[in-house]
């Protein structure tokens, strides 16, 4: 068996991650055939899928999305590029978030250093 284990940090609300937790589990449910069980918590939810050769949970708090998965004998071969997939695709979920992006451009804007001032060259006088 292969296994794969994936850890995203986030910056949304645990509403909002719960949200993109839920259209990832759609997703799943949809593009791969995958069977898909919403569990919320207190504070952590967890999403348990499977399907034939495959079994795992994505679990999501105020912080993290964390997947991971079991894959049998024959799927296993395939592990690359199925994580490959999982990756692109809760990436992109993420991504698309608009409280992703507002905490994505703040961090950004945190890492620049302060922009220096160019003094103008003033014009001689004619």
Not at 54 to 83: S, W, Y
Request: proline share 3%; aromatic share 6%; glycine share 6%.
């Amino acid at each position: 068996m292969a296994d794969i284990h994936i850890e995203r940090q986030h910056g949304m609300s645990l509403a909002q991650a719960r949200k993109a937790a839920f259209q990832w589990a759609e997703q799943a449910e949809q593009k791969f055939d995958m069977e898909c069980t919403y569990e919320e918590g207190a504070d952590c939810d967890a999403v348990s899928f499977k399907r034939s050769g495959v079994t795992g949970t994505l679990t999501v708090d105020a912080k993290t999305f964390e997947l991971q998965a079991k894959l049998g004998f024959l799927l296993g071969a395939f592990r690359e590029k199925i994580e490959g997939e999982i990756v692109k695709n809760l990436d992109a979920l993420i991504a698309g978030h608009p409280a992703h992006k507002a905490h994505k451009t703040a961090a950004k804007a945190a890492e620049k250093p302060a922009a220096k001032k160019t003094p103008r060259k003033s014009k001689p006088a004619a």
